[in-house]
């Protein structure tokens, strides 16, 4: 068993401070990895804080890693010491239902053991998360990361990156798509990027006159002011896709107007009721879809990282010394980031 300096809470009121645990020894499948940098998503702060209930404590969060391998099992031939890898949402599945067969481990039948806040599959103890030096990962849930990113910038990938770029993958979002982006923060972001380099003619939707120059500067084609009504009735019948990353209840209904016939509205951010209710004469008389995605697979989290080598993407991110944690929460809850903060984890050591 490894000992591991991490930050953890140990009740939805504690806040964040240190915390040591043993990681475990290597199974035959297994990577252990130093971690250097760990993204900061706005998932870890809600279960740090109990928000959607069933949060377990002590709970280490983190779950957008990368770092370098520094041991293999005996099973393992995909990587070795040295090897710049990322963990992202997902440590394990079944491994044999349909979903996992198809390389969809994120829609597993029987739940994924997520990076932390899951009971381990084996040995039934509580997964913890990439705010601490090191992890042990079986090797299929871990990914290369190409040298050629910047890995403080490519860490929120393994979350953000993969969040936006699954379903813009899976729709076939292409040249000749008209796409709308909903929300401006770490996943809006990457969602802009992702399909532009995929071809598509990308608006960014906003409710902020102030956030236009912003929109452009990440490369919007166009930017919709979403209160303005002469804007979004101009906007009517116009988009082959609208990717909502916006995470709180919303009204779906002006912005089922702008979608064409056939058009898909794609929920990647709200995961509560959708309120106020759809009006299903949007959806009926264009043949309209809502549809949601959750993260990607396993293999498609490494088609991902290696087109945004490809295409030079990575995230917008303000670097964090981890013994500031709790007030880049404090700032995260006033959305006052952009667009993710990144721990890095040599702040660890000289804490």
């Excluded at 520094?70 to 990322?86: I, K």
Aim: charged fraction near 25%; charge should be negative; include cysteine.
């Amino acid at each position: 068993m490894a000992n591991t300096r991490a930050y953890a809470a140990s009740s939805p009121t504690s806040g964040m401070a240190p915390y040591s645990f043993d990681r475990r020894e290597l199974r035959p499948d297994d990577v252990a990895i130093e971690i250097d940098y760990c993204g900061v998503c706005h998932s870890d702060l809600h279960t740090v804080e109990n928000d959607w209930g069933g949060s377990q404590y002590p709970v280490v969060p983190g779950h957008e890693i990368i770092g370098r391998v520094t041991a293999v099992g005996q099973d393992v031939t995909r990587y070795q010491p040295g090897d710049l890898v990322g963990v992202g949402c997902m440590v394990d599945s079944c491994r044999t239902c349909s979903a996992c067969d198809s390389g969809l481990e994120q829609y597993c039948i029987e739940g994924s053991t997520m990076t932390y806040g899951s009971l381990d599959r084996h040995d039934g103890t509580v997964t913890h998360g990439g705010y601490s030096e090191k992890i042990v990962v079986s090797d299929r849930f871990v990914v290369r990361v190409p040298e050629n990113l910047d890995p403080a910038s490519a860490a929120p990938l393994l979350c953000a990156g993969i969040t936006t770029y699954s379903p813009l993958k899976h729709f076939k979002v292409g040249k000749g798509h008209k796409v709308g982006v909903l929300g401006m923060g770490g996943l809006g972001h990457m969602g802009v990027k992702l399909a532009k380099a995929m071809g598509a003619e990308v608006t960014i939707f906003t409710r902020s006159e102030s956030k236009v120059a912003e929109a452009k500067k990440q490369g919007a084609d166009h930017v919709i002011i979403s209160t303005d009504k002469a804007q979004m009735k101009a906007a009517a019948d116009s988009f082959d896709f609208l990717l909502d990353t916006i995470p709180v209840a919303h009204d779906l209904n002006p912005y089922l107007k702008c979608l064409k016939y056939d058009g898909t509205h794609i929920l990647v951010g709200l995961l509560t009721p959708v309120e106020p209710a759809l009006q299903a004469g949007l959806l009926v008389t264009k043949r309209r879809v809502v549809a949601g995605s959750l993260i990607g697979g396993m293999p498609e989290t490494q088609e991902m990282l290696d087109f945004c080598a490809e295409h030079n993407i990575t995230c917008d991110v303000e670097m964090l010394d981890i013994r500031n944690i709790n007030e880049a929460y404090e700032r995260l809850k006033k959305s006052d980031v952009k667009y993710r903060f990144v721990i890095d984890m040599d702040t660890l050591k000289q804490g």
